[in-house]
């Protein structure tokens, strides 16, 4: 290459490793100053300091092995080399590398050292861990050893294991490359093939590498505990691997440590040649097929194989104890439940728990919420809504909240330009609640807070006065959907720039206009700071826009599990973060879980496929698809929704892996779980990713006899969503109510599972908090019993002949959809309830579904069976029915199954049947109207209307018959109930 083109190479990759230089130089102080700004700046150096010191260490030890390898082979080069053709072929060779030999070595092992440094600086984690682990106080089943040893310890000793081997072999591929290309090794000529000098070298790396495998022998045997071994599909070590596998493992490494001797002594002292060393090689690699391969298979084959029950019985029962302990399984609450297919009883209506029934769906009512409570086309609410409880006036219910924010994606074209996108739409407004058993006349939601304007905005049937539930700073500047940067802060104190809210009186008249006053965000004042944003973003405006002033502050990173995560890295942020208004600030509220990968014999799950069900990614987040055999809910972070401030409390006190990280963070990271706001305590809820772990887990391990495990008899599974099975596993529901055996109402999370290939229920699983610790229960049916499951029991009540009828009606001959929200298995008294909420939405237009019929059974969904209009109309209906049931048929009271015969002549209509077609009429025509005029809450009055003249004009064109078979003392005109067993389920 000539000197210019060197110079181009030259300059080209001089300007490479300078922009790169630079992008990481802006990257790391920009990340440093967002750590300045949530004061966590401990986290930010911890984790550089220990990535860089481990790249350069590594770095470091690795080029000086590998290049001293070098470097020996070429000092033991032999001075006289005999004349050979391999020897003047290898000459033009030698005469291009000796030159530059020092320069040659220091770049490969340099290059080598970069790529383990690389390597070493990503597990930063494990070496954190290693230094800081806590004891957990529990030892091994097998070795006895403390369970930290595997979690904190074992990790790093096998990656230092790894790098041991690797540094190995390459040095001895690289020393016999120059021991060869200097004349070291031979493979022509006379005499011998390799020097004494070469010889030693090379000998003494092989025997290195040999006692390398003998500590490698060492730690497998810790290993087995960790894999998966046990029949059936278990992990940690059984029979065969106690037995067989662990003496062999002992044996080979006792074997290694004699070979790597016999290498060296028979290489160097002994023998002077090959032969006998490798000999030593092949003896072991025949033990190891032998000692380690076949004599554990024929211990499998011939003793455990044959008696495998009895053989694995203790093994799993270790498995059994190990997963329960790792997963907060071994103190459940295990209660037998007899539901004896009772009938409903007369006091169902009064029942507490039956009352606070979740109608409210929050994946449904989530377009309700956002057309109903967002004057402006850009507010939005996410695709579902959470579920949180709150005492008003001294009574405590559940609600289902949601944060108003401003969805980028809707902005329009002329707002989507760079000043409206980060300068003036920079924050929601509001925490929307609504009740989540309690809707109005139209089927909406009934709103109690967030309100923009004066109170409900005018709608009183339907909102309250004024706010229940009061937020002091109501604006959102950190929340789900706060995606882009924003720039507030201004110089002027008579400058407001940002959209704060549409006028409380006219929501078309004008804006209000709002200028930030908090903490929150990086200054960006100056002109450095201005000029690095700029870069970072490539974004001129940070430097031209007269809208980024000497007081601007830059607002980045805002999702709450975004910001939680960066100050947390150890952490696994649970999918379903959620606000509450906390002392007059919105705040997010997220659970935080510490987990491991080594647990001994405890069973390893993939989070994403345990966490993942029929609402996942649809306004929950998924799990990351790490493989992890401990977990537990050790933290509870916040996100203040104005300011952004992360705190981290500590809410396990006894788990060994937070007190290992918060000590290798300067030890106060954590906030002690005795420092938790009494205000902020009351909005905890058992979190549901950590729910559906363990209610999966318990699908099996609620089987605590080794011998009823082994044959899997009575394992569980957890249901699909019962409307539509092909979508996922039903998810869990939170409620506020008292199952049996409890003292107290809780705000719980439960969910139903079903024996393993049936859909009856086998127990429900229920999930809280008792004096701020987390308790699990499980209410499991006796076996005797055929209670339906969650899809049973849809089935039979949507295809009951009296409820199907009423349901075709609801669709308009196709100019609605009929769709179903949570249906909720509550346990009450001998039976259980289940209450399916059904929502209507317009298939002619863009409307949110609205709730209009409540389908409500009890026991087997086949003899009682209500479709009501409200949730009160239907316990009551169900009441009804149960109290006019003889008690001789079991429960099931009967009805005429012929119906009377018509008295009214043919041809002839008689007027109140005329009466009741024209409402029909009348009642199409105005819902019509409605959806044209884009009235929600006249298409929910045109929708009760039409389904009273439906059940009028039904009831007139039977003049013989009851307008109703059943007995029910709900006010509810359209309260359809069947009383006889008649299902098509």
Known sequence: MSRRGRVTVGVLVGVFVLFTLLGWGIDAYTDYLWFSEVQKTSVFSGVLLTRLVLFVAVGVVMTL?????????????????????????????????????????????????FFAGLSAQSRWSDWMLFRNGEPFGVPDPQFNIDISFYVFEYPWLRYLLGLGFTAVVLSVLGALAVHYIFGGVRLQGVGDRMTVAARAHLTTLVAVFVLLKAVAYVLDRRALLLEKHVSPDLYGAGYTDVNALLPAKEILAYISVVVAIAIIVFSNAVMRNLVWPGVSLALLAISAVAIGGIYPLAVQNFQVKPSLSDKESPYILRSIEATRAAFGLENTDVTQYAARSARPPETLAADTS???????????????????????????????LDVDRYTIDGKSQDYVVGAREINDDKLTAQQRNWINRHTVYTHGYGLVAAPANRVCGTGLPYFVSGFLGGGGQGQTDCSEATDLIKAEQPRIYYGEQSTEYVIVGQDDENKN??????????????????????????????????????????????????????????????????????????????GDPYPAVVNGRITWILDGYTTAKTYPYAQKINLATETRDELTGTGSFALAKDDVNYMRNSVKATVDAYDGTVTLY?????????????????GDLIVPKSQIPAALA????????????????????????????????????????????????????????????????RFQLTSGVTPANRENMAALISGSYVDGQPRLEVLELPDNTVVPGPVQVHQRMVNNSSVSNQLTLLTR?????????????????????????????????????????????????????????NLTGGLEALAALGKA?????????????TPPSTNQPPGQISAELAQAAADVDKAIEDLRAAQQAGDFAKQGEALKALDEAMARFQAASKPGAAPSTSPSTSPSPSTAASPSGTSGG
Do not use: C
């Open 682 to 745: 009351e909005h905890f809820r058992y979190p549901a990713d950590l729910f559906k772990v363990q209610r999966n887990l318990l699908t099996k391990f609620h089987v605590t006899d080794a011998r009823t495990f082994f044959s899997g008899d009575d394992f569980w599974q957890v249901p699909n969503a019962p409307d539509s099975p092909s979508s996922g596993k039903q998810p869990p529901f939170y409620l506020n109510v008292k199952l049996p055996e409890q003292e107290e109402t």
């Open 65 to 113: 092995i590998v290049a001293g390898n070098l470097y020996l082979a070429y000092r033991l080069r032999p001075l006289l080399r005999p004349h050979s053709a391999e020897q003047a072929t290898l000459e033009r060779y030698r005469m291009i590398l000796a030159p530059r030999l020092g320069t040659w070595i220091a770049v490969t092992g340099l290059v080598i050292g």
């Open 813 to 869: 001959s196709g100019q609605a959809t009929v769709l179903y929200g949570n249906l909720i298995s509550l346990p009450l008294a001998d039976d259980i309830l289940y209450v399916e909420p059904v929502y209507v939405r317009d298939s002619q237009a863009s409307t949110a579904p609205l709730l209009q019929k409540v389908l409500v059974s009890y026991g087997d969904a086949g003899n009682y069976v209500v479709l009501a209009d």
């Open 497 to 574: 720039v940002e959209f704060d809210r549409p006028q409380e009186q006219n929501a078309s008249s004008g804006d209000v206009l709002y200028t930030y006053e908090g903490k929150g965000g990086v200054e960006i004042g100056s002109f450095f700071r201005r000029m690095v944003f700029a870069i970072k973003n490539t974004e001129s405006n940070f430097l031209l826009s007269d809208a980024v002033n000497a007081d601007s502050r830059l607002m980045y990173i805002r999702e709450p599990r975004e910001r939680v995560a960066k100050v947390a890295p150890f952490l696994t942020i649970d």
């Open 354 to 384: 039956a009352q606070n029934v979740r109608l409210v769906d929050p994946q449904l009512v989530s377009q309700a919420f956002t057309q109903s409570q967002q004057p402006r086309g850009f507010y939005d609410f996410g695709e579902k």
């Open 650 to 666: 500590e809410f396990d006190e006894q788990d060994p892996v937070l007190k290992a990280w918060n000590k290798a963070f300067g």
């Open 885 to 897: 049931a003889p008690p001789s048929t079991g429960g099931t009271p009967t009805t005429p199954t």
